[in-house]
């Protein structure tokens, strides 16, 4: 089952790197190229729907469903109880109602936060001004519900099985397999991806889809790379290239073809990077005690996650999180040794309520840490949340070069004040050298 926004819609099958119909032969596959492309307003919600049905209908045949991917939040969905839903929609259909959180987003973000902070000032202070799509979720939810998101979030951490994550989590005996590699290989590896897909008929695919889906909304100056498969890591890096071929030079076409290449090269290893990111602060963020997580024995109320590659960690993770076992997949000539064999022996553990022969991952962590502290830096005016981003932010080139910038201001101030006390400049006295007039 795949757990990837892009991939839900139906096109861009090179782009979005959908399983092959071959694979798909080999394996049953769900929640894939089943959404309109021109439907903008596809939910995390609609999703989660559709997926926990089909997840309820697997367990139903004594099976086990393997998540796939994917795009994080739709990931948190299938695994805790964290989504709000406010107001019914008008119709079952998505695309047929106005987005009230689509419309929001069209406004200020500054404007939004400002909002935000009227009817729930403590969700906004978790928030950055430039969020703008969880600042205006924040906001959808009041206007729907008349409650306050941060009282939601309360209520959802407060139920048993709740922790700082959100609610309890859907499938309480689930595991989490994570594909980690050195960022080197990887980056390699993400390279040669983006090579082959241009192999594979991307820049055709881009193309067709432009002239289809695009082109109008293009000379009409509505194109919106913001929301639904328009979104999708790929198409906006080469909007450049695509609405102005046939309309300049070879050379120029060349050169904004290259751009885009690069520009995709340099995003998609950015997402890898990002997913490892979200990987450790929500599935490795540990509980302050050592209690170890227990298999459930003999237990099928579960489902495997396969996750995205990463470097690996160390810590346990907390009580409403799922182990996380981390295979390392640097060397795809020991595909077989490292990866496939111990995952199988990990999940045949798992349905056997035995305990798996390796251990979860563990990562070190400062207790102490607020990943949602509110810090404003004065001297560079930007608003910090977190703990960890105030303390990279402060030793930012940018920080330190405005930090020496202000000390000289400073110092040269105080120069200036000590010679205003003083009366002035020294004067020459009678021993001066220089003759007197």
């Given at each position: 089952m795949g757990s990837s926004l892009p991939q839900v819609y139906k096109g861009l099958d090179i782009i979005t790197n959908k399983v092959s119909p071959q694979e798909q032969r080999l394996c049953r596959h769900h929640m894939i190229s089943f959404v309109d492309p021109l439907v903008s307003n596809y939910t995390v919600v609609d999703f989660r729907d559709k997926a926990v049905a089909l997840i309820?209908?697997?367990?139903?045949?004594?099976?086990?469903?393997?998540?796939?991917?994917?795009?994080?939040?739709?990931?948190?969905?299938?695994?805790?109880?964290?989504?709000?839903?406010?107001?019914?929609?008008?119709?079952?259909?998505?695309?047929?109602v106005?987005?009230?959180?689509?419309?929001?987003?069209?406004?200020?973000?500054?404007?939004?936060?400002?909002?935000?902070?009227?009817?729930?000032?403590?969700?906004?202070?978790?928030?950055?001004?430039?969020?703008?799509?969880?600042?205006?979720?924040?906001?959808?939810?009041f206007e729907e519900t008349g409650i306050p998101h941060s009282e939601f979030l309360h209520q959802q951490q407060e139920e048993e099985g709740g922790g700082p994550l959100g609610g309890p989590l859907k499938y309480p005996h689930s595991c989490i397999l994570w594909l980690h590699a050195d960022q080197a290989a990887l980056d390699q590896r993400l390279e040669k991806r983006v090579d082959d897909m241009l192999a594979a008929g991307l820049l055709e695919e881009l193309r067709d889809f432009h002239r289809r889906y695009?082109?109008?909304?293009?000379?009409?100056?509505?194109?919106?790379?913001?929301?639904?498969?328009f979104q999708s890591i790929g198409f906006k890096e080469f909007h450049e290239y695509l609405v102005s071929e046939g309309n300049c030079s070879p050379e120029t076409s060349a050169l904004l073809l290259q751009k885009g290449i690069q520009a995709l090269k340099q995003v998609t290893k950015r997402y890898a990077r990002?997913?490892?990111?979200?990987v450790r602060n929500r599935f490795l963020k540990p509980i302050k005690s050592s209690t170890c997580w227990r298999l459930a024995r003999g237990s099928l109320d579960g489902f495997v996650?396969?996750?995205?590659?990463?470097?690996?960690?160390?810590?346990?993770?907390?009580?409403?999180?799922?182990?996380?076992?981390?295979l390392e997949v640097s060397d795809l000539l020991r595909w077989e040794e490292d990866v496939l064999k111990p995952a199988l022996e990990i999940v045949e553990s798992f349905i056997q309520?035995?305990?798996?022969?390796?251990?979860?991952?563990?990562?070190?962590?400062?207790?102490?840490?607020?990943?949602?502290?509110?810090?404003?830096?004065?001297?560079?005016d930007r608003v910090i949340i977190g703990d960890?981003?105030?303390?990279?932010?402060?030793?930012?080139?940018?920080?330190?070069?405005h930090l020496k910038k202000r000390r000289k201001l400073e110092a040269a101030s105080r120069v200036a004040e000590t010679e205003g006390d003083s009366g002035g400049p020294e004067t020459l006295g009678k021993d001066s050298s220089l003759p007197l007039p």
């Open positions: 309820e209908d697997i367990f139903a045949r004594d099976k086990i469903p393997i998540v796939v991917g994917g795009t994080n939040y739709y990931i948190e969905s299938l695994l805790w109880k964290v989504l709000i839903n406010t107001k019914e929609k008008a119709s079952t259909a998505p695309g047929l106005t987005d009230r959180k689509v419309e929001l987003e069209q406004l200020d973000g500054i404007e939004l936060h400002r909002r935000l902070s009227q009817v729930d000032p403590e969700m906004a202070a978790k928030l950055h001004p430039h969020d703008k799509r969880k600042v205006a979720r924040s906001l959808q939810v695009n082109r109008e909304k293009v000379a009409e100056n509505r194109q919106d790379y913001q929301h639904g498969i990002r997913q490892n990111k979200w996650q396969a996750g995205p590659c990463a470097r690996y960690l160390r810590g346990g993770p907390g009580p409403n999180v799922p182990p996380v076992y981390g309520g035995r305990e798996p022969p390796a251990e979860p991952v563990k990562m070190e962590y400062d207790i102490n840490e607020n990943k949602r502290s509110h810090r404003v830096c004065e001297l560079c960890r981003e105030w303390a990279a932010h402060t030793r930012s080139k940018s920080h330190l070069h």
